[in-house]
């Protein structure tokens, strides 16, 4: 940024000069560069306000302190920039005398008297209009200063404010994740402690299949982000394992259409907690019940449907306290903020639907 403006100062200052100049007028080198004193100064008070005075201010919220600072540095520059512009006028004229035939004419010193006071007229006049418009020029140098850097600090400032939400996201899933493990580990102990109340074989086999869901939430739960269709082993491995515990009046439905090179990234556990939820709510005494999981992909989404009976918990019972599904909110959010639909409620079946669909990221 700092070249690309020190460059538009330079050419500023080497063409400025050039839109004075009137075609067929003539001019010369030593013209030239007194032309482009003003420009020169513009440059100088720019790079004076950008460098340091509006920085300075903008540190120290010193705005009066600028303006102040800026009427002094304006009022030299024109005081100065006034004396210059008499140079610059009487060398002007010197070098059109140079190049005007001088005509021999009668009344010769009543001619220069006339000619000497209209010349004194024009040069009050040029002063006052050239110290006017420099001030302008001064003016918007500032201008353009202070533009450029308060855009500069604004754009600062939102690539900060970015980088902060970023950064607080990134710490709040670490954390959502951090609690799933404890919350699905405590939902999946429960059941195989009713399970050893049934069967010592069936609970060793559960206690393995634990051991490898454990290996998967230990190790790829610290991912961001983990490949689809280990997301789906996992889901099947722990249907699985709860189908251990259920009662022949438990009807299990899985449908997971997920190829198994599948390079599809998903957020890791993200559909667990409404499985846990399926199981836990779905099913009831000697009841027929029902729990469906389907997990696709198709047309760029990843869906997950769910379907349970409808069993409400009593009021005795709070394990969990709704947990699971505030942080499937929460991660919902975080990861995928407005790209996601979450569909949940009793419908008119009598059946409590639960459907996700999130976008598919490879």
Known sequence: MNKKIIAANIAFALLFPLMFIRPGEESSLTIYLMKCVVPLMMVLVFCLNYYKLIPRAMKRAGRHNLVLSNAILVMLCCTML??????????????????????????????????????????????????????????????VAYSIRSSEQINNLKKLQQEAEVARQQAELKSLRNQISPHFLLNTLNNIYALAAISAERTQGAVMQLSRLLRHTLYDNQSEMVTLSSEADFITSYIDLMKLRLAANVRIETSIDIAQNSRTMVAPLLFISLIENAFKHGVAGTASCIISVSLHEGNGSIVCDIINSNHPKQSSDRSGHGIGLNLVRQRLETIYPGQYEWIKGVEADGLYHSKITIPAVS
């Open 82 to 143: 006034a004396g210059w512009h008499r140079l610059e006028f009487i060398q002007y004229h010197k070098e059109k005398a140079k190049t005007e035939q001088v005509a021999a004419v009668q009344n010769d010193g009543k001619d220069n008297k006339e000619n000497g006071g209209k010349t004194g007229k024009d040069r009050r006049h040029f002063w006052l209009y050239a110290a006017f418009f420099d001030g302008l020029n001064l003016i918007f140098a500032i201008f």
